[in-house]
C-alpha cells in the first residue's frame, strides 16, 4: 500500500480495493488555521488602511496633505467566530484611531457581555453557557467571567426589588424557600422570602422578596415591614402555610386582612399523627369539610367529621380539626370563582419549584446576598413571561360581591 501525503491530508491508497482514507481532523484543523489567519490577515490590513487615511498618507509617505503620523501600534485580541485573532492596532501621535472596526468590536463585545447575563440569569447552567459562547464566538468564557458581568445588572435587579409598589391587591401569597450557603467553611440554610399578589385587574406580581436569616417571627415582621414600606395596600386575604410568627405578624401590619391556611400543607399536617392505614379515609373526610356550599355548612361538616374521627379512635386529629380548621375556610369569604385559587399556596408553590430548578446548578451559595439576587433575577424574569401577561382571576367578581353585600347591609339597616 502506497501513502501520499498532501498539506494537512493524509491519503492512502490500498492497491487492491481502491479505497481512499482520509484523515478527517487534520483537514479540519489545517482549514480553520487557514480561516482564521486569513481573517487575522485581513482585519489588520483593514486597520493599516484605515491609520492612512486618518494621517492622509501612507506609512513614510511624504505628501502636503499628511496630518499626522505612525507612533507604533498595539496588540489587541479579538474573537471571531473563525477563532481568536490579534489585531495589531496602530497609535497615532496627535489623532484617535476611531475605526470603524474597533467600534464594531466595542458593540460587540456590549451585545455578548448582555447576552450572557441574561442566559445566566434567566436559568441557564453555567457549563451550558460556556458550551453556547464556544459555539458561537470559538472560545469559552469562564464562570468567572459571566459572575463578573453578573454584577452590573445587581443594581438594576435591586432598583426593581425596592421599587414602589402601586395600585392595590386584594390577595397576597407568601412563603419561604431554603437554599444553601457557604459560612465559615460550612454549608447552611438561608431563607429567601417571596410574595406575589394578585392586582385590581387580576394579573399576578411579585410585591417583594427579601433575605431571612430563617423563617421566624422577627424575619416576618422584617419583611411584611418591607412590603409596608413600598406601599403594599389593599390587602382583603393572605394566604400561606402556618409559617412560625408570620400569623401574628401579619395582625400587626394587616390588622383588617383575612389569612388562609393553605389547605394542602394542613391535610399534609394531619397525615402526620394518621395511621397509614387509614390515611385515605381520613383525607376523603378532610376533603368534604371544603366540598361544602359555604362556611356555616364547611364549619358544621368539620363538626361531624371531628365525632368520626374521635369514634375511629384518632383523638389528636379530631382535636386538629375542632382547633384549626376555621384557618383553612377563610376563602370562603370571597367569590366562589376565586375559591380554587385561594385555598392553597400552589400559584407560590409552582414559582418555587422554578426557583429550584434555577439554583440547584449553583448549589451552595457564596453568601445570602448572592442567593438573594439570582433568586430575584429569576423571578424578574418569570414576572415579564405569560406568568405574570395572563390575567389569572375576573376581580369584577370580588367587586360585585362587595357591593351586593352592601346592598344587603343598607337594606337591613333601614
Not at 400559584?347 to 419549584?353: G, I, Y
Request: with cysteine; glycine share 8%; proline share 2%.
Amino acid at each position: 500500500m502506497d501513502s501520499v501525503s498532501h498539506g494537512a491530508a493524509d491519503v492512502a491508497v490500498d492497491g487492491l480495493s481502491g479505497a481512499v482514507t482520509v484523515d478527517v481532523d487534520r483537514v479540519r484543523s489545517h482549514v480553520s488555521e487557514v480561516v482564521r489567519s486569513t481573517v487575522e490577515e485581513t482585519l489588520n490590513s483593514m486597520l493599516e488602511a484605515e491609520a492612512d487615511r486618518i494621517c492622509g498618507a501612507g506609512r513614510y509617505e511624504r505628501t502636503a496633505d499628511r496630518v499626522d503620523t505612525r507612533a507604533g501600534s498595539y496588540v489587541r485580541k479579538l474573537a471571531t467566530k473563525a477563532g481568536d485573532v490579534s489585531l495589531k492596532v496602530p497609535r497615532l501621535r496627535k489623532l484617535p484611531l476611531e475605526t470603524a472596526i474597533i467600534e464594531r468590536y466595542r458593540r460587540r463585545e456590549s451585545s455578548v457581555e448582555e447576552a450572557l447575563v441574561e442566559m445566566y440569569l434567566a436559568g441557564v447552567s453555567m457549563r451550558r453557557v460556556e458550551d453556547i459562547t464556544e459555539a458561537l464566538w470559538g472560545s469559552r468564557v469562564s464562570a468567572s467571567t459571566v459572575s463578573g458581568l453578573a454584577q452590573k445588572v445587581y443594581g438594576q435587579i435591586e432598583s426593581w426589588r425596592n421599587r414602589r409598589i402601586a395600585g392595590e391587591h386584594a390577595y397576597v401569597y407568601l412563603d419561604g424557600i431554603w437554599l444553601k450557603r457557604s459560612w465559615g467553611g460550612e454549608v447552611r440554610n438561608v431563607a429567601v422570602l417571596v410574595a406575589i399578589g394578585v392586582d385590581q385587574e387580576g394579573f399576578r406580581e411579585v410585591l417583594g422578596v427579601c433575605e431571612g436569616a430563617k423563617e421566624d417571627g422577627e424575619s416576618w415582621r422584617a419583611f411584611l415591614r418591607y412590603l409596608k414600606e413600598r406601599v403594599l395596600r389593599g390587602v382583603r386575604l393572605f394566604v400561606s402555610d402556618k409559617c412560625l410568627g408570620l400569623v401574628e405578624s401579619l395582625g400587626e401590619f394587616y390588622p383588617e386582612a383575612l389569612w388562609q391556611r393553605c389547605v394542602v400543607h394542613y391535610y399534609r399536617n394531619a397525615m402526620s399523627i394518621v395511621p397509614k392505614t387509614r390515611v385515605r379515609e381520613v383525607v376523603a373526610m378532610l376533603k368534604a369539610i371544603h366540598a361544602q356550599e359555604d362556611g356555616a355548612s364547611a364549619r358544621e361538616k368539620a363538626g361531624s367529621v371531628a365525632e368520626k374521627l374521635e369514634a375511629m379512635r384518632l383523638p389528636k386529629v379530631a382535636e386538629l380539626v375542632r382547633e384549626s380548621i376555621d384557618e383553612t375556610l377563610a376563602y370562603m369569604s370571597f367569590p366562589r370563582e376565586h375559591w380554587r385559587g385561594l385555598r392553597t399556596n400552589n400559584p407560590m408553590e409552582r414559582l418555587n419549584r422554578e426557583i429550584r430548578r434555577r439554583t440547584r446548578v449553583v448549589g451552595a451559595f457564596p453568601d445570602g446576598q448572592s442567593a438573594l439576587m439570582l433568586v430575584a433575577a429569576r423571578l424578574r424574569h418569570v414576572a415579564g413571561t405569560r406568568w405574570g401577561l395572563r390575567r389569572y382571576m375576573d376581580m369584577g367578581r370580588l367587586r360585585e360581591l362587595d357591593l351586593a353585600r352592601e346592598t344587603e347591609l343598607a337594606s337591613a339597616v333601614a
